[in-house]
């Protein structure tokens, strides 16, 4: 679990020929991704984010020593982040994705079923993606209350009550 920063938003590649990138926001507010202060790049860079204008799958925006479609296009790829205490505080069955990757998955009985390699969303719902005993691959958890009943984040763990054909049997 990463506990300084988390990953707010990604840049596409460069948008238009004046340095501007197209960025993708990954906060409940997407076009607020410039109010959470300097980002830092994968890379370690500070930036500073001012959205231009919506754009088609995201946003054109400038960032700070950015002014060349050259040095927009070298941007193509680069995650941007938040300190955490930037973040607004989520409600009591709302997490980050970064605060689950890395937990332990166990059953209802307390069988272990992996652990979370990431959190996955393809438009219907999180989907929890685990890699455990017994998986030849990783297996796609819903991430629902009827799914995962607990998540204790001080524990480092995750309960789960998994639909029929998640996991392997172990008859």
Do not use: W
């Amino acid at each position: 679990m990463s506990n300084d920063k988390i990953c707010v938003g990604a840049i596409s590649g460069s948008f238009g020929v004046r340095g501007e990138v197209r960025l993708k926001s990954f906060t409940a507010d997407p076009a607020g991704l410039g109010d959470y202060g300097p980002l830092t790049t994968s890379d370690g860079r500070s930036v500073t984010v001012t959205i231009t204008r919506p754009v088609k799958n995201g946003f054109a925006a400038r960032l700070s020593g950015v002014g060349t479609k050259e040095e927009a296009d070298a941007m193509k790829g680069v995650q941007l982040f938040a300190p955490r205490d930037a973040l607004p505080d989520l409600p009591d069955d709302e997490f980050y994705h970064a605060d689950l990757i890395g937990l332990q998955v166990l059953d209802t009985g307390g069988k272990v079923l992996g652990v979370v390699r990431a959190v996955h969303d393809h438009g219907a719902g999180d989907m929890l993606e685990i890699f455990g005993p017994g998986l030849k691959t990783t297996a796609l958890l819903p991430f629902t209350r009827e799914a995962v009943p607990t998540v204790d984040l001080k524990a480092g763990r995750i309960i789960a009550d998994p639909p029929e054909g998640v996991f392997p049997d172990d008859g």
